[in-house]
């Protein structure tokens, strides 16, 4: 029969396998079982709705047999079953919707850090096999359909003879290289990674094992083959806390959502009284790749009683806690609850309450007394929790405020507002900010330099929208936020005072100079700058940062600061100025442009005319 061909990033994949970049190869053990799991899931939950099907829980079960003279390794389940089209459609490509990215990222990253994106699943085999066959009948069906593979080369499928309903998928093991293949015909070495890798799986797993028993009537032993239960079927989330070892809770988190790479943190509690339920709850070490995107969607597997009713169940997660991955089961959970009637489910909205706790809590308790793993946590999904300060007009801030840190002028770690604030003196009495694309440049503007002189800590935002997290708070602990770019963000009071004298005498020369910029709400004198001779401030709600910010989204061109630009009053530009209003007009109305693109500059905003500044500069300096 004519081999079909593999889709081209199912090809990459299984070559990946085949070459085997892992070098835990047992895991191809745990992938088939929970694939044979998941399968007696579907067959379950659907005969929960559908009454046409007639099946007996306690039927349920999944079995791994060895045939040491085939070299054959055998898993089979009676779960739900593939018809021909699943077959080709499942088996023949790479099923999740990871397989696109695969095929763009590879080139980009290194192979290993994509599989652990999604998963290696069934290609897994081919790391042990030499050949991989599936026979499957699907439930309700009455034909059953082999699917057959020996490597790249393509598979075959064609109609075959099976009893009953499930899937069986036989390996023929490799023979032995630089590797122990055999090991996987063992049946003490298969049952200790059943034990290891899939001892949670809730439906029995069973294996042939071999007992030594008397034999009737004699003295004497003879070895017989009894059937018998490998795990302990008892889910984990259900066992008891001080029991389950850390590397339970990773081989779990590993299998069940299709990470390679350890979590950042597991969150195992239960509740009781009136709403009972288990929670096991993991942080991803890192987003996962679809994270930021709208197509990433949040949610936990919801349990009722062990029975898996729904994969992701979005309703027991708030946006900000999106990334958080887990499972929960209660007992007081109806069985044939829907997407439809979830929201109203008051059973489930005080388990969702009682989660979202539960996360900030540990979070808290992250950020106190395991600073470092915070700080990487927050390198991951701090974006998340500012931008879920700043939904619903702010309605969660007091939630997510203290989980924030930013960079500061303290020192190069980072800080929390609530560090910051302990460190203020008491005549400060507010929170500085500065922000720019990164923490060089804003620490070296001319403005933070001032606050700095001035003793107070300047936080740096750095992050497209820090500025609006900032707004959306308003005040902390009684102190209000301030840009050290805002005009007077810094000033005392007498300095104010006099600047507001030495501005109202040249009040004249300003208008000029605005009028000649055409783009600024306002020129004026500066005692702020050190060294510097010019800068932009704003007034209002939306300063330089916060322009550049909302360029960058769609439909929103034309959303303008109010300009100010300030020219440092010590600096001999000052002089200059105020000569050239006297005698030379329009000379003046050159170096208005001139210093103020500069400004622009400073800023990191774009000018608007690059070639008539250009001419202007060309002219000053010929
Ligand atoms: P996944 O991560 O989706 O399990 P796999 O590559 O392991 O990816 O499997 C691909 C698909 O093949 C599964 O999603 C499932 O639909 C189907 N499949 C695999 N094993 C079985 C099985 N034992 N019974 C029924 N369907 C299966």
Redesign the pocket.
Known sequence: MAKKQFKAESKKLMELMINSIYTNKDIFLR?LI???S??IDKLHYKSLTDTSIKVDKSDFNIKVNIDKDKRQLIIS?N????SKD?LES??GT???SGSSLFKEENEKKKDIDIIGQF?V???SAFMVASKVEVI?KAYGAEKAYSWSSEGIAGYTTKECVKDSYG?D?ILTIKNNDDNNYDKYLDVNEIKSLIKKYSDYITYPIKMMIPESKKKEGTDEYETVDEEKVVNSLVPLWKRNKSKITEEEYQTFYNDKF?DYEKPMKYIHFSNEGLISFNALLYIPSHAPYDYYTKDYEKGLQLYSNGVLIMEKCSDLLPDYFSFVKGIVDSPDLSLNISRETLQQDKVLQKIATNIEKKIKKELENMLKNDRETYEKFFDVFGLQLKVGLCNNFGMDKEKLQDLLLFHSSNSDKYTSLEEYVTRMKDTQDTIYYACSESIDKASMLPQTEVAKNKGYEVLYLTEYGDEFVMQTIFEYKGKKFANVCASEALDTKEEKEELNKINEENKDMFETMKKAIGEVEKVRFTNHLSKHPVCLTSEGAISAQMEKFMRAMPNSNDIKANMILEINESHPIAEKLKKLYKKDKKELENYSKILYAQARLIEGLPIDNPTELSNLICKELS
Request: hydrophobic content about 35%; aromatic content about 8%.
């Open positions: 992938e929970s694939n044979a998941d399968a389940d779960g739900i079953g593939m699943d499942n088996l790479i099923a999740k998963g699943g069934f290609y499957s899937t998928v299709d």
